[in-house]
């Protein structure tokens, strides 16, 4: 159970082995890692954040995931800095018993992250660069969530 | 045993100043042309609205930052707020465009 926000890339197989190693009522895990798409002519991305509130955000998030879903480990990990294409951006990983609750907890964390966590991205090419925009669908699929 | 602090008078509070360190983040900041600093606004702004509404009359470059203002997020000591949010002494106060992470 922790989130890390750090400038180095990352390997979700190692993260996975030792977050679950010895935990044999771990039935299901699932993991899912979001990298940097090249639209078509992109040199790097540069994600920049807010220090402090991005690692409050993320612990909340986790923690309404927990509150949530019988989970046995779960991990958040989201870069910032300079990127290229095809490097890793934000990595998730959620081991449940059974596998609905990892599958569903790893929705729901990537979900809220796109909506809640306090980052920014910026993307450079030839002819100049500029912020990406907010995309409403992230917010659609955040509303889904809502508890009735 | 817990002894609750009384409310202090009014005359007593008009005494403080509201300093309220900002931060802003992504096109807010290079907008704005700094990433943070300390401003003490008027005694009637007590809200992130009328906090916006006090900025844009500092300069061309709140002006620019906070021309869709609809488009603006805040935070207050780093949890999201709305506008109508209440801004305590010594709080930090973020401005910052909708979040694309992830």
Request: aromatic share 8%; net charge negative.
């Amino acid at each position: 159970m922790s989130v890390r926000v750090q400038e180095d890339d990352f390997d979700l197989g190692a993260e996975v082995a030792r977050l679950t190693a010895g935990k044999h009522q771990i039935g299901a895990i699932v993991t899912f890692t979001g990298t940097v798409r090249d639209t078509g002519g992109l040199k790097s991305m540069t994600l920049e954040h807010y220090p402090g509130m991005t690692e409050t955000a993320l612990e909340k998030i986790e923690a309404e995931a927990l509150r949530r879903w019988p989970l046995a480990a779960s991990l958040v990990i989201h870069r910032f800095g300079t990127l290229l294409p095809g490097d890793n951006i934000v990595g998730v990983v959620t081991a449940s018993p059974h596998r609905r609750a990892a599958f569903e907890a790893a929705e729901f964390l990537m979900d809220y992250l796109k909506t809640e966590a306090p980052f920014w991205k910026r993307e450079e090419r030839p002819d100049g660069a500029g912020w990406v925009e907010h995309n409403q669908a992230d917010t659609i699929a955040r509303e889904k969530w809502a508890e009735r | 045993m817990i002894i609750s602090r009384p409310e202090l008078p009014n005359w007593w509070k008009k005494d403080e100043t509201l300093t309220i360190k900002l931060k802003y983040f992504a096109w807010v900041r290079e907008r704005i042309g700094r990433g943070e600093e300390s401003l003490t606004p008027p005694d009637d702004v007590t809200t992130i609205a009328e906090l916006i509404a006090w900025l844009k009359t500092q300069g061309a470059e709140y002006e620019a930052a906070f021309a869709e203002a609809d488009t603006i997020r805040a935070a207050i000591d780093m949890t999201h707020v709305e506008p109508s949010a209440n801004i305590g002494a010594n709080a930090e106060v973020a401005f910052f465009p909708p979040v694309t992470g992830g």
